[in-house]
């Protein structure tokens, strides 16, 4: 991956792939290594655009403290530096934040957002002491300890761990903390309706935790459509790589031909190809939280 000198620090990026671009956001701790399965897959028919944030992996640390204002900036910057006008923005877990942030700020630059296992705020005691502890930790010799248990929770087999672990390893733990601090604080909850773009919000069905996120979303979100993966918890990346591909390829397709006004028989082909990839828990009214709208 090369480096390119972005907003004020050497941002580590990788583009592979011809096609709509996707820009990918990863959690703190983690690095771009967490999407190494979209860029082999969707490079393909897609323009796959990772990087590491700021202060993670192979990017040099960020004097700045690490916001979500930061990071938006920082993806715009990238994009006009790789002559990219718009794209679609895939965030995983906190990153997902970060994607919803970055097109209230910046809508004119995203065709739309990909959210796998995300959120829009922190509002269950269980995330927010996980949020808590990580954050201790990563001011403490501990650190290592961390990445060592992340790395192996969102691993699917040991050559993923090590690729996970060997590229955590170099984040600065000063901005790596800032990232897991702003996450916890972070909410745009009630800006939500204000995002017009159409967005695909994928979850696990194991990541019961998650649920009310994904409600919250799907709820107030304008234009959602929701799945939720079969047999998977949160680790969609990794855990239902396949899967999630071949979801996030169709969504986009089916995007593609709406904007450019093509068919109904595509739209019925397209959602008989969803239902095979994804399903609902039982404990959830599906008159209640499925939406078809933009599809």
């Not at 192979?58 to 920082?74: C, K």
């Not at 107030?220 to 999630?244: C, E, I, W």
Request: with cysteine; net charge neutral; aromatic share 10%.
């Amino acid at each position: 991956m090369p480096k390119a000198m972005i907003n004020g620090v050497n941002l580590h990026y990788h583009v592979s792939g011809r096609g709509v671009p996707i820009l990918f956001i990863h959690p703190p701790l983690l690095t771009s290594s967490i999407f190494n399965y979209q860029r082999t897959e969707l490079a393909e028919s897609c323009k796959v655009i990772t990087f590491d944030i700021r202060g993670h992996g192979r990017s040099d640390p960020s004097e700045q403290p690490i916001t979500y204002e930061l990071i938006a900036e920082d993806m715009k910057q990238l994009l006009d530096y790789l002559g990219v006008e718009q794209a679609y923005v895939c965030g995983y877990s906190t990153g997902g934040g970060i994607a919803l942030h970055a097109m209230l700020s910046y809508p004119d630059r995203y065709l739309g957002g990909i959210l796998l296992s995300a959120m829009s705020e922190v509002s269950d005691w269980w995330l927010k002491s996980r949020l808590t502890i990580a954050t201790t930790l990563m001011q403490t010799k501990l650190s290592q300890v961390l990445n060592m248990g992340i790395s192996w929770g969102n691993k699917d087999s040991y050559q993923t761990y090590k690729q996970l672990f060997g590229t955590a390893k170099h984040g600065d733990p000063r901005n790596i903390m800032e990232y897991y601090a702003y996450s916890k604080a972070y909410s745009c909850t009630k800006q939500l309706p204000q995002i017009k773009q159409p967005i695909l919000l994928a979850y696990g069905q194991k990541d019961r935790s998650f649920y009310r996120y994904a409600e919250i979303l799907h709820h107030l979100l304008p234009s959602s459509s929701l799945y939720f993966m079969r047999n998977v918890g949160h680790q969609l990346p990794t855990k239902a790589g396949d899967r999630v591909n071949r979801l996030m390829r169709q969504w986009i397709m089916m995007q593609l031909e709406a904007r450019n006004g093509e068919g109904v028989k595509e739209k019925m082909e397209f959602q008989r190809s969803l239902e095979q990839l994804s399903m609902y828990g039982n404990e959830w009214n599906e008159d209640h939280i499925h939406s078809e709208r933009d599809l």
